[in-house]
């Protein structure tokens, strides 16, 4: 299958440095591979996300030179592909209504495939699924090999939340299956989703694409950029710092003559190699 990749970013705010690493890492992929790079607004948590932000951010994209082969997938317009994903999981007894508050789980994991608490017709219940015993394995191409134990790293998780919007588990893959996405690129701090993600794919007879998973930005203080920097976008009136700083967090050599994006990131790609990124968790941003 011809190789296609994807940038999804949520619109909880500005284009900032970690997703910019995180949409060049991916654009470079799927560039190098003579693939497709296709964009998906994940605008799935609207008490999370800040208006104006999906148009932003698909704004700034093309001004650091990062355009897409085809207009933005938006979730908000894919619940029904999700109600039909939830209703095949649903009518095969995967999945089981919650009532439990976080007293009940006393921030633990729900373990037990049934919820512990008593039904309550006048409250709308989390749905989750059934988790077994089983280790989920597979080759990252940067991380390596992981493994994870489903039933201690994540227990049965939820795939529909109280408030009635799906989880980010199960929309993820029901859209990238949808977009035929063949290998994920996408910052670390996703890596311990994915185990989930693949169980979701296989109980809902999905393929599993390649996941490549890039270093984590940190700030100087070694907190997740994406969280400190918010206040901070990176700014697509002037796109050449952020995206010279944005190749050289993925160890591409500099470029000292390019005038402009498009420039820059031409010689990036000539010169990249996807087995030469940087083979750690997470780096301090220059
Ligand atoms: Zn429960």
């Known amino acids: 299958m011809n190789y296609r990749g994807r940038f999804a970013p949520s619109p909880t705010g500005h284009l900032h440095f970690g997703s910019l690493v995180a949409a060049v890492g991916s654009w470079l992929c799927a560039r190098h591979a003579g693939g497709q790079w296709l964009l998906r607004v994940e605008d799935m948590d609207p008490p999370r996300?800040?208006?104006?932000?999906?148009?932003?951010?698909?704004?700034?994209?093309?001004?650091?030179?990062?355009?897409?082969?085809?207009?933005?997938?938006?979730?908000?317009?894919?619940?029904?592909a999700y109600d039909a994903a939830f209703e095949q999981l649903k009518a095969a007894g995967q999945v089981f209504p919650c009532w439990c508050s976080r007293n009940d789980l006393a921030?633990?994991?729900?373990?037990?495939?049934?919820?512990?608490?008593?039904?309550?017709?006048?409250?709308?219940?989390?749905?989750?699924?059934?988790?077994?015993?089983?280790?989920?394995?597979?080759?990252?191409?940067?991380?390596?090999p992981q493994v994870a134990n489903l039933r201690t790293t994540a227990g049965d998780f939820v795939i529909r939340r109280v408030e009635g919007y799906y989880a980010y588990q199960l929309a993820c893959v029901v859209d990238d299956a949808f977009q035929g996405i063949t290998d994920v690129v996408r910052g670390n701090d996703l890596l311990d989703s994915t185990p989930?993600?693949?169980?979701?794919?296989?109980?809902?007879?999905?393929?599993?694409?390649?996941?490549l998973h890039l270093p984590l930005a940190l700030d100087g203080d070694g907190r997740k950029l994406s969280k400190s920097e918010r206040a901070h976008p990176v700014d697509p009136t002037d796109p050449m710092p952020a995206l010279r700083r944005a190749l050289a967090f993925l160890d591409l050599p500099p470029v000292p003559g390019a005038q402009n994006?498009?420039?820059?990131?031409?010689?990036?790609?000539?010169?990249?190699?996807?087995?030469?990124?940087?083979?750690?968790s997470e780096r301090a941003a220059a």
């Open 49 to 80: 996300e800040m208006p104006g932000s999906a148009e932003s951010i698909l704004a700034a994209l093309p001004a650091f030179g990062l355009v897409a082969d085809a207009p933005a997938l938006f979730q908000s317009t894919r619940i029904g």
């Open 107 to 144: 921030g633990g994991l729900h373990l037990d495939g049934h919820c512990l608490a008593k039904p309550d017709e006048g409250r709308t219940p989390a749905w989750r699924i059934r988790v077994p015993d089983i280790e989920i394995r597979f080759d990252d191409v940067l991380q390596g």
């Open 196 to 211: 989930r993600q693949i169980y979701l794919q296989r109980c809902l007879g999905l393929s599993t694409p390649r996941y």
């Open 261 to 280: 994006p498009s420039a820059l990131l031409a010689h990036a790609l000539a010169h990249f190699d996807p087995a030469r990124l940087p083979h750690c």
